[in-house]
């Protein structure tokens, strides 16, 4: 069966850049970006100006492109929430996104490993959510289906998300870091399988890759923590949305992977002085797990959009309740999915 | 590092008992002996039971023919299989031991990527002694691995994790492929070595290979019987697959874990895909209907020990599974024969190890 290649011209790479200084980022990525069209988006809390190397072709949005094309939104395109502005502006089918502190991972000998080329081939194969392929990847090379795999079920579906993983720093929460400040995640797992049907995971947004016109609309900056810092473990909206997409993919019959990629995520910030700022993110996990075991969607929602308004209406319902955070994310994904609706169909100019 | 004055006991020595079926010869257990030779062995002989199969010097075990299991269990004898690996069970009815590892004669020790060799019976008594994580997905796989933890965003209320009843290995060389797969990549081998354990999530399902496989004979011992196989029945080689899922919508049920990955043996015996497809064929049909059944059984609340599952699964195999064919009856009587095996050999009054 043969599935689509994916064409260089179907896939956006958009860039966070938390910090002024890009060059030695891109550099490090040059292999793998230059033949693909960069988003780049500068975090509207940076003061200071962008240093880009040359050799890119890119789209550069500032804060005051933000604003001319986002209008009056209460979603904050700030830290690490801004890199969905460059989904919303993005006219690709697909897109990878990598955090700015991660360059490429090595193999033993010393070559590097191409997250992208990885992550466009997780989202061309099929995913097989609905039985554990114990040989993991069943369309790898070298791989297949095992016996008792039910032959009906071969064919797979659509894999819509890719999330891959990190070597070196480990995408830890504050007190698991702090507790194990000499921890490093040198255990290269070279596998990629599906996230089943029904299993939870925690998306972490560090190292992802997605069908942008199927499931953009679930991947959205909606939980924020009050005390939202600068660090990843000061952050919760990626593993918030994570659910929802997930939720939204075995409603839809669509695929999530997890694996490879690996890429190298270089030593930053302090998690002991993290753990002096409220473990807000992870006393809200605690709520959430049961609400979204127990989200069901209707028949009617065929589209991720459609979805998410489902999922905003329940957790305004259910969770608002138990944290005004949550209500404050309800409201979020509903302006979310109007911002798709408005912004991600029409062509944006960004700012010289 | 201190070493310790007296030599430590290999782990579980005492509490575990390697099961394996056998036709042909043992002699695979000398690659095997640096690694084995401390523990018990049950070896059940499947087949011709004149034949006189030679256990290598120095291992301690008990071996089990047809006649054997003939006289241990009289008329329920019928619900061993003959002429078929499945035969293992036996094995496990026996056993007075709270871990099984059990394991085919044509697997071999394996090495890692560094060239050491892959303790299996070890890596499965890791995975067994260690919780499992059936509820949320790890991204990074085993969390109580050395070297891993549970990455940002997992609750902090489920790290406590589950009773490990399965470990699930995998096989280098030989994959364990259907027959049609077999006869489209002949010469395919897998040489890709995938360095971690993991829970399959509640709610999933997944073939379960018993050519490399580890339980605790304790959680879930009750629930690896591996079907009506071989002689005289219209199918094969769906044994452990018939036990996997079996035991997988029981241990949802009770919230127990199944692991799957490390340990890596070396399967050396790809064995006739054309004598295959004639075992399979049946199953390759009628697994259709089955895992949509597996997929949707649910169980009473007053189902609170494997046992009672098991029982209740029978009479749900043969309600609806017994349109398929007339196998399915059978089966589903063989499953309570079964049990009552168990429970006569295994009575409850059993002082636990």
Known sequence: MSHPIIKDDEVDVVILATQPDLTSFLEEWRPMFSRYHLIIIKDPDMQKDLK?????????????????????????????????????VSRKKYIVTVDDDCVPAKDGRGFLFDAVAQHISNLRFPATPFFFNTLYDPYQKGADFVRGYPFSLRNGVKCVLSCGLWLNLA??????????????????????????????MPLSGINIAFDREVIGPALFPGLRLAGEGKQRW?????????????????????????????????????????????????????????????????????????????????VKKRLGPVDPLFGQAADAMVEWVRLWKAVASVSPTPGV | MAHPATPISPPLKDELDIVIPTIRNLDFLEMWRPFFQPYHLIIVQDGDPTKTIRVPDGFDYE???????????GPK???????????????????????????????????????????????????????????FFNTLYDPYREGADFVRG??????????????????????????????VKPLE???????????????????????NLGFDRELIGPAMYFGLMGDGQPIGRYDDMWAGWCTKVICDHLSLGVKTGLPY????????????????????????????????????????????????????????????????????????????????????SKATA
């Not at chain 1, 890119?58 to 395109?77: A, Q």
């Not at chain 1, 255990?187 to 029904?198: F, G, H, Q, S, W």
């Not at chain 2, 056993?95 to 050491?116: E, H, L, M, Q, R």
């Not at chain 2, 081998?189 to 399902?205: E, H, S």
Request: charged residues 25%; aromatic residues 12%.
């Open chain 1, 52 to 88: 880009i190397p040359e050799g890119f072709n890119h789209d550069l949005y500032m804060k005051s492109d933000m604003d001319r094309i986002l209008g009056s939104t209460s979603i904050r395109f700030s830290g690490y929430s801004c890199r969905y502005f460059g989904y919303l």
């Open chain 1, 171 to 200: 995408d830890y929460d504050a007190p698991t870091q702090a507790l194990k400040p000499d921890e490093r995640n040198s255990r290269y797992v070279d596998a990629v399988l599906t996230v089943p049907l029904k299993a939870m």
């Open chain 1, 234 to 314: 000061e952050t919760i909206e990626d593993i918030w949305c994570g659910m929802c997409a997930k939720v939204v993919c075995d409603h839809l019959s669509l695929g999530v992977k997890s694996g490879t990629p690996y890429v190298w995520r270089k030593e930053t910030g302090n998690a002991i002085e993290t753990l002096k700022k409220e473990w807000q993110g992870m006393k809200l996990m605690e709520e959430v797990v049961p609400f979204f075991q127990s989200v069901k969607l209707p028949e009617t929602a065929v589209v991720a959009e459609d979805c998410v308004l489902e999922i905003a209406t329940m």
């Open chain 2, 63 to 73: 071996l089990y023919n047809r006649n054997d299991i003939n006289r241990i269990l």
């Open chain 2, 77 to 135: 004898a019928s619900c061993i299989s003959f002429k078929d690996s499945a035969c293992r069970c036996f094995g496990f009815l026996v056993s007075k031991k709270k871990y099984i590892f059990t394991i085919d004669d044509d697997c071999f020790v394996a090495k890692d990527p560094s060239g050491k060799d892959i303790n299996a019976l070890a890596q499965h008594i890791n995975n067994l002694l260690t919780p499992s994580t059936p509820f």
């Open chain 2, 154 to 183: 997992y609750p902090f209320s489920f790290r406590q994790g589950a009773s490990t009843a399965i470990s699930h290995g995998l096989w280098l060389n030989i994959p364990d492929y259907d027959a049609p797969t077999q006869l």
């Open chain 2, 189 to 211: 081998r897998n040489t890709r070595y995938v360095d971690a354990v993991m829970t399959i999530p509640k709610g999933t399902l997944f073939p379960m290979c018993g050519m």
């Open chain 2, 265 to 348: 043996i070396w399967h050396s015996k790809a064995s006739n895909p054309f004598v295959n497809l004639k075992k399979e064929y049946k199953g390759i049909y009628w697994q259709e209907e089955i895992i949509p059944f597996f997929q949707s059984v649910s169980f009473p609340g007053e189902c609170t020990t494997v046992q009672e599952c098991y029982i209740e699964l029978s009479n749900q195999v043969k309600e609806k599974l017994g349109h398929i064919d007339p196998y399915f009856e059978k089966l589903g009587d063989a499953m309570v024969t079964w049990i009552e095996a168990w429970d006569e050999l295994n009575p409850p």
